[in-house]
């Protein structure tokens, strides 16, 4: 996907006297040091972005500027995230910026890179990433809540599953899934039997599955990134649902 998105790039005008012979600056952060699957996950994000700018640089780099990466461990911290972002738009702004997650980090450097009119990449979309008013200079990569949950729908109706129960973290992701889950269910004419938000630090989901079992749920549409999914998957077993 980097690669696509670098290339994307490459009719950038060399002529501007602003770039002069300088590179093409791109900042790629990612929480290296998290754990599970976070960090598989920016591990797998920096190796595509490295991919890209050599793939890149070795067809003449951005409109003949060679592309400078420079690789962040903000390990899924959004207040480090901010910190590492400032700092390199203080000493050497970036031109684009690469975002592996979570979407509680792309909440928190949008409005920086939208201030500071920086292009960005962005696999974990909030509830207004996509707002070109808002960030017309970051383009989401991963699909927005609202499509996740028109799917789940269709697998719930081709099952005839219709008493639907909804789980979700309480990042930013997590909380407008929440919502656009609950409004699909309910558009689609099935009952909502519930809507429970987990703390994403928490190590036991079993009060807010109990709820949605006690209020019948069929279904659970599931809202999970790396260890809270092992979690609820132990609670779930702990109820014995």
Request: contains cysteine; proline residues 4%.
């Amino acid at each position: 996907v980097c690669a696509v998105a670098l290339a994307g790039c490459a009719s950038a005008n060399s002529d501007d006297a602003d770039n002069g012979d300088r590179p093409y600056r791109v900042l790629v952060t990612g929480g290296i040091s998290a754990q599970g699957e976070l960090a598989a996950n920016a591990q797998t994000s920096i190796l595509a972005a490295k991919a890209g700018a050599q793939v890149q640089n070795e067809a003449g780099g951005i409109g003949g500027r060679q592309i400078e990466l420079t690789i962040v461990d903000d390990g899924g911290d959004p207040t480090k995230a901010v910190t590492e972002l400032r700092k390199a738009v203080n000493e050497n702004k970036p031109d684009l910026y690469l975002n592996s997650g979570p979407s509680s980090v792309s909440a928190a450097v949008l409005p920086i890179l939208n201030q500071n009119d920086i292009l960005s990449f962005n696999i974990a979309p909030t509830e207004d990433s996509a707002d070109p008013e808002k960030f017309p200079l970051n383009f989401d990569l991963a699909l927005v809540a609202a499509d996740t949950a028109r799917g789940i729908i269709e697998e719930a109706q081709s099952q005839g599953l219709d008493d639907i129960g909804v789980l979700h973290g309480s990042t930013a992701y997590g909380v407008q899934f929440g919502t656009d889950m609950s409004a699909a269910v309910q558009d689609a004419g099935l009952k909502l039997a519930g809507n429970e938000e987990y703390d994403v630090t928490a190590l036991d989901m079993t009060a807010q599955l109990q709820s949605l079992k006690n209020a019948g749920a069929q279904a659970i549409a599931l809202d999970a990134y790396g260890a809270p999914l092992g979690y609820v998957l132990q609670s779930l077993k702990r109820l014995g649902w």
